[in-house]
């Protein structure tokens, strides 16, 4: 059987042939055509978002800006000093001091709790490991990622600063978007 | 006393000082409209929105544009020719406005009991006066260009000599077709000829597309806008300019696209003129300025669809496709009007 490739031939359309007149001709065609494709672009409307007023919506797992966690219930913190995300951190942006919890001053649910717990954002580099690393869930990934700053020490988040919710919300994509 | 040419309406001389500050004032006034005008179609051309921050809508950019432009430091090469240099954007702006003064917005008008011409001068040469003047604005470019003492500024003028020459040629051919029909080179006259008869955009449509393709060109817009290349020639003839004399540059530029689509109206689309219907006398600017706002639209869609001509490509386009076009456009229209 004879090799037909049938429809899988595309023709190549090369530049205006066929001398002057007919190239003339095609030309005027084609930059109609190209006119008309233009103006399409404008009957679809912008694409864009209106950056500050509207954010461009994030993915679920997005890792933006880390959040510290609390329980609801008792609203101890979650996060018992441990050190693993320090340790497990490649860029070392993780600075915790942990201290003891006493009866009078009960801070966190286990044993100790973070007296001190700084993430330096301008070293992070939001690989998420530190969420991967934490046995109480007590950091994860947020969604904010509006981090610019003039000074590079504001970019220090302290540990109420990493515990309070953010001002306004990152919006979520939703399903199919 | 030999006579230069006749104009078709006398007036005393402050109703012509008097229609020279008006209509300065309002062609002058569209320049930054369109300025801002051309940077929201584009954008809505290529999906955004154009410039929407400064005042509601974005309707105090081009002030803002044009007022950092003008607090800027006057500067200029050291290897530049000074007074060439400053001459230059004045040239450009000069032969903008002067040509501004052809376009006839209505016939004349009865106003308080005066009559008054709607136009700056309307001149029985006035086709020659037109093309008279765009070829003086081709030495704002280049002389603005080659004073500057830049390679890239040198290399841009000379672009713009050459295209400049060459489309002038096509579109002055292209307007012998109109000028033959209508019997003369008075623009309201030719207006009066399409009152009479067909809009001439219908019988001389070949002529219609050469001159404004070539209109492109001697506006220096894109997809011609060779002479300041910015891919290749950094800004072209502008290149050294900055501040106020490159407002003057770029307020001359816009105020040429205004004043060419406004004679394309003219010429081709009937210039007052509504079909089938006979408005009242005040309608009649409004009308030009609506026909002259949509050719002006039609430049910014053909800027947003059309990439840059290659040098050879526009040398080629001008020379071998539009002279002869031209010609034999204008052959045909003339043994049609010798015939009938």
């Avoid at chain 2, 765009?134 to 713009?160: E, H, N, P, Q, T």
């Avoid at chain 2, 000829?193 to 209109?215: C, D, K, R, S, T």
């Avoid at chain 2, 910015?230 to 040429?256: I, K, M, P």
Wanted: charged share 15%.
């Amino acid at each position: 059987m004879p090799y037909d490739p049938g429809a899988d031939v595309v023709e190549v359309v090369r530049a205006p042939k066929g001398g002057a007149v007919r190239g003339t001709y095609r030309a005027f065609g084609e930059t109609l055509r190209g006119l008309k494709t233009v103006m399409g672009r404008w009957v679809e409307g912008p694409h864009t978002y209106q950056y500050p007023e509207e954010k461009t919506p994030v993915y679920p797992r997005f890792r933006g800006r880390h959040k510290l966690h609390r329980f609801e219930d008792t609203g101890l913190e979650k996060c018992v000093g441990c050190s693993l995300c320090a340790a497990a951190c490649p860029a070392d942006c993780i600075r915790v001091v942990a201290a003891e919890n006493t009866p009078e001053n009960r801070v966190s649910a286990g044993e100790r709790y973070a007296a001190v717990y700084e993430i330096n954002l301008s070293r992070c580099i939001f690989c998420g490991y530190c969420e991967a690393a934490c046995p109480f869930d007590a950091i994860t990934m947020g969604h904010d990622y509006e981090m610019s700053d003039y000074n590079r020490s504001d970019l220090i988040f302290t540990k109420e600063m990493l515990l309070a919710e953010p001002l306004e919300r990152t919006p979520l994509r939703s399903m199919g978007e | 006393m030999t006579v230069l040419a006749k104009v078709g309406y006398y007036e005393d001389w402050w109703i012509q000082l008097l229609k020279a500050l008006v209509i300065f004032a309002v062609v002058f006034q569209f320049v930054p409209i369109v300025l801002l005008a051309e940077r929201k179609v584009l954008g809505r051309f290529q999906h955004r929105y154009g410039p929407n921050r400064v005042g509601p809508f974005g309707i105090f950019q081009p002030m803002a544009d044009i007022g950092k432009l003008l607090f800027k430091q006057q500067f200029r090469p050291d290897g530049s020719i000074g007074w060439m240099f400053a001459l230059a954007p004045a040239i450009s702006m000069f032969t903008a406005v002067s040509v501004a003064a052809l376009v006839p917005f209505s016939d004349t008008v009865d106003i308080f009991g005066t009559q008054v011409g709607l136009y700056g001068i309307d001149p029985s040469i006035g086709v020659l006066y037109a093309f008279a003047f765009g070829g003086i604005a081709f030495y704002g470019l280049v002389l603005g260009g080659w004073s500057s003492g830049g390679k890239y500024a040198f290399l841009g003028s000379m672009r713009a000599a050459a295209q400049l020459i060459s489309y002038e040629i096509a579109q002055g051919l292209a307007l012998v077709g109109v000028v033959m029909m209508a019997g003369t080179l008075s623009l309201t006259e030719i207006v009066h000829y399409q009152e009479a008869h067909l809009w001439l955009i219908i019988p001389q449509f070949v002529g219609f597309v050469i001159f404004l393709v070539a209109a492109f060109a001697e506006t220096n817009r894109p997809p011609f806008d060779l002479p300041e290349a910015d891919a290749e020639l950094v800004q072209g003839y502008s290149t050294e300019y900055g501040g106020g004399r490159f407002a003057g540059f770029y307020a001359a530029e816009y105020l040429n696209i205004i004043v060419v689509s406004a004679l394309t109206a003219t010429f081709f689309l009937g210039g007052w003129l509504i079909p089938f219907v006979d408005p009242p006398t005040w309608v009649d600017p409004i009308v030009v300025l609506v026909k002259t706002l949509f050719l002006v639209f039609f430049f910014f869609w053909v800027r947003a669809t059309l990439p840059r001509l290659r040098y050879d490509q526009l040398m080629a386009l001008g020379w071998k496709v539009f002279l002869p076009l031209a010609t034999v456009n204008a052959l045909v229209t003339a043994i049609l009007v010798v015939e009938t």
